[in-house]
């Protein structure tokens, strides 16, 4: 069966802090892509980064920082030096013959 | 703007009612996806459709149907509507299976 766990529900941290979401995936298939989304309080979803299941190499974009590990089904997100702006709720999700299938999401709250 | 435009944004309507929801994609992206995203069930798929066919159904209630027109836009249809199919529906598109999603802004969708 395909799955995304996104243990983690509600995450606080004060400005500043780093913060690391996880995501664990379950999958069969040989070839997949994982997705990071963003829901701000206005509720669109705003993505993030794709990444496919053959290129394990880290990724950073500004802030923010992707640890994909195959060996783990992980695909964890870290934002470096949070701000007030990155409260949102995260959603990783897997890509499934088309469709996505999103984690729960984990709710992020940075207090200034 | 993310090129996906869905209206209308926000629909109030009684038990019992029909309700349609509509969804411009991206220009150029063929498929169109939609989601539900409610309080207890997170985001789920409901259907797909690539070039005016259906290519996949997920969670869809008998209730609920979609069409893709041959503009490419599409609808999806909500009837006999009970309390708990109040949620935020998502529509995206992307230009073919394997590639990038687009999220519009999703209609929120009360039902009274």
């Known amino acids: 069966a395909q799955k995304v766990t996104q243990a983690q529900t509600e995450i606080s941290v004060v400005e500043k802090e780093d913060v690391t979401l996880d995501c664990v995936y379950e999958t069969r298939d040989t070839t997949y892509y994982l997705f990071w989304y963003k829901q701000p309080p206005s509720g669109e979803l705003v993505f993030l980064i794709r990444r496919n299941s053959f290129d394990e190499q880290n990724e950073i974009s500004g802030r923010y920082s992707w640890n994909f590990q195959k060996s783990t089904s992980s695909f964890n997100f870290t934002i470096t030096a949070s701000q007030v702006v990155d409260s949102a709720v995260y959603f990783c999700?897997?890509?499934?013959?088309?469709?996505?299938?999103f984690g729960q999401g984990t709710t992020l709250q940075v207090k200034p | 703007d993310s090129g996906v435009t869905q209206t209308p944004k926000h629909l109030i309507t009684a038990t019992g009612q029909r309700v349609t929801l509509r969804c411009s994609p991206r220009s150029g992206d063929l498929s169109v996806y939609w989601y539900q995203q409610s309080l207890d069930q997170g985001l789920q798929f409901l259907i797909q459709y690539y070039n005016g066919e259906e290519r996949a159904k997920g969670n869809i209630l008998e209730r609920f149907s979609a069409q893709q027109f041959p503009d490419l836009h599409s609808e999806l249809n909500l009837s006999s509507l009970e309390l708990g199919d109040s949620a935020l529906y998502f529509c995206?598109?992307?230009?073919?299976?394997?590639?990038?999603?687009?999220f519009g802004s999703g209609t929120r969708l009360t039902v009274v």
């Open positions: 995206a598109s992307s230009v073919g299976s394997d590639y990038g999603y687009t």
């Open positions: 999700a897997l890509r499934n013959t088309g469709k996505l299938i």
